[in-house]
């Protein structure tokens, strides 16, 4: 553990601009938060967590206190009294980017006495002091292995008026223990491992989320049914390498049971996973894909590289001919399966042939999207110290061809899609220009984002709720998304009410909670049932 730093350390900038002094007494307002996530899953699943202590100890979202709301900045404070940011390590310029934000909070905190700033997440687990140090007006600074303090940290720090730094060097409570604001009401994350027993070169995270622990398959689907029991019907599972499941516990093909497992929970419509590793990806995950009917056609399967020689440098224990095979294997088991991917261009050493193996792997894997970024070194990690970096003008140039490429592949498998029919679980805030379009926006089956046009004469009642179902045939495939017209022309158009629509409706206060006698109803039996081979 870290102690905070000496009291001469947090000298302030600026009159109140340091660690918040106790809030003088006024009438019982509610003490407001607002959680900024930056980064993966992972960090968006932990703000849940963040979010859910703060509210056990009485604080209040932000944007449930319309007064509080209004007082918000361009600094992205929300009005709120509390702002967490749960920051991100992986990108070069997270730093850049974190201190840039804890700037513009320091001229609100100023004028808004007893506001307290706090930063947790793998930046916070690699920076430690130095957060304060640099931005001393910071309140709280915890880490990775120890979100569960937050509200203590808060408390001590206003009642001390002087920062607390608080980072455990190993997991202190299994994060999935805690309680939980979930960010949707219609899907839920839930973490099946923490942490990453990989050694890639590249990659600050094992260093920063320890080594990986896996939880009892039990708790998982314990979880699971919690979950659907409170309106959710989709569900992601979450780990840094989700099919070395199990190895912890001495049962490699955990993971395969468990998603065999995820499909006997009633009402769980939905299953997806991220992220597997194509080392450790195996057959008997395939093949519970393809057989279990709720686990959705769609995989996100990392490549970084087409080159043998620079997966080699990155330490992915796969080559190229191994990805391709799985893909192979995939979408023989799954024909309608969109698989994504992540793809690293500019790791040191990297040449115009290693390059141009990338762009073939590409071209031959046919990703529906890929995220693709240019190589930043992290500090701490071994390919930062390579004296062989390449020169940022290359990476730029390389990127744009590589975005290039992907994009056309993207736009044509999109194109392919035009005719088929899909259902769509509708989402809240995906489309930002659902308003002027009378669109709505969700996902399909396959995880393609869809905007989907609604009937003309549609009375308002009969409108979708986020959570709700809707089916309707694509009429458009763009680069990024497809467009369901088909409504407009009275061709293809269902819509299906679900639980979790009216768990949506329910939180946006637009429909009471079920009135219920006793104790409340289990999320429903894990029954067992035959699977089913996906067509």
Known sequence: MTAAPPAHALT???????????????????????????????????????????EERGYVPVAEVPEAAARATDAG??????????????????????????????????????????????LAQQMRTGIVEKAPWVDVVLGTHNLDVLPALLERARHNAEAQVEIEESLKVFPSTLPTRRESAYAAWVSISVGCNNTCTFCIVPHLRGKERDRRPGEVLAEVGAVVGQGAIEVTLLGQNVNSYGVGFGDRGAFAKLLRATGRIEGLERVRFTSPHPAAFTDDVIAAMAETTNVMPSLHMPLQSGSDAVLRAMRRSYRSDRFLGILDRVRAAIPDAA?????????????????????????????????????????????ADRDDQ??????????????????????????????????????????????????????????????????????????????????????????????????????????????????????????????????????????????????
């Open 12 to 54: 302030p900038p600026g009159p109140a601009a340091g660690p918040a002094a106790p809030a003088p007494a006024a009438a019982a307002a509610p003490r407001t938060y607002l959680v900024r996530t930056l980064g993966c899953q992972m960090n968006v699943h932990d703000s849940e967590r963040l979010a859910g202590m703060l």
């Open 77 to 122: 404070d929300g009005g709120a009294d509390v702002v967490i940011i749960n920051t991100c390590s992986v990108r070069e310029n997270a730093a850049t980017r974190l201190f840039g934000n804890l700037g513009q909070l320091a001229s609100v905190k100023r004028g808004r006495p007893g506001m307290q700033i706090a930063v947790g997440g793998c």
């Open 339 to 383: 698989i994504t991917t992540d793809i690293i261009v500019g790791f040191p050493g990297e040449t115009e042939e290693d390059f141009q193996a990338t762009l073939d792997v590409v071209a031959a894997s046919r990703f529906s999207s890929a995220f693709t970024f240019q190589y930043s070194p992290r500090p701490g990690t071994p390919a």
């Open 390 to 535: 390449v020169p940022a003008d290359v990476v730029t140039e390389r990127y744009q061809r590589l975005a290039a490429l992907q994009q056309r592949i993207s736009t044509e498998e999109n194109e392919a899609q035009v005719g088929r029919t899909v259902e769509v679980l509708v989402a809240e805030g995906e489309g930002r220009k659902d308003g002027a379009t009378h669109r709505v926006t969700g996902r399909a089956a396959d995880n393609r984002l869809v905007h989907v046009a609604l009937p003309v004469d549609l009375a308002e009642a009969d409108r979708p709720r986020p959570g709700d179902m809707l089916t309707a045939t694509v009429t458009h495939g763009a680069p990024h998304h497809l467009v369901a017209d088909s409504a407009l022309a009275g061709g293809t158009y269902a819509m299906r009410r679900t639980r979790a629509g009216d768990a949506w409706a329910r939180r946006a206060g637009l429909a009471e909670e079920p009135h219920g006698h006793g104790e409340p109803a289990p999320a429903g039996p894990v029954s067992l049932g035959i699977p089913v081979r996906r067509r």
